[in-house]
């Protein structure tokens, strides 16, 4: 079974504590190469992108707010503008 690893919007992995004052509305989850944010707010949220593994890129493969999101690289670090009640999933690419 893959390792779920969860974070903040802003990079900061999750606590239990975080997951029980309600910070779970707005989260990046990573497992086995993927990674996906979730904005589950009313309000747009940026999201800084942790590491992908042996330092490739993010390569984006869904966008919400898209019909056909085009095939972005993106580094760690990156910030992507979410708007409100919006999910984004990516694959770990290799970097350039």
């Known amino acids: 079974m893959p390792e779920l690893r969860w974070f903040h919007p802003d990079g900061r992995a999750m606590t239990p504590e975080d997951w029980d004052q309600g910070a779970g509305n707005a989260v990046v989850l990573i497992f086995d190469g993927i990674c996906v944010l979730f ?3 009313l309000d747009a949220t940026s999201f800084v992108l942790p590491p992908a593994r ?3 890129s ?3 493969a869904f ?3 898209e019909s056909s999101p085009a095939d ?3 580094a760690a670090g990156d910030a992507i503008e979410c708007p409100p009640l919006f999910s984004w999933v990516a694959t770990c690419g290799r970097s350039d």
């Open 72 to 74: 972005r690289q993106h």
């Open 63 to 65: 966008d919400s707010a």
């Open 54 to 56: 042996d330092g490739a």
């Open 58 to 60: 993010w390569s984006s």
């Open 39 to 41: 904005n589950a707010r």
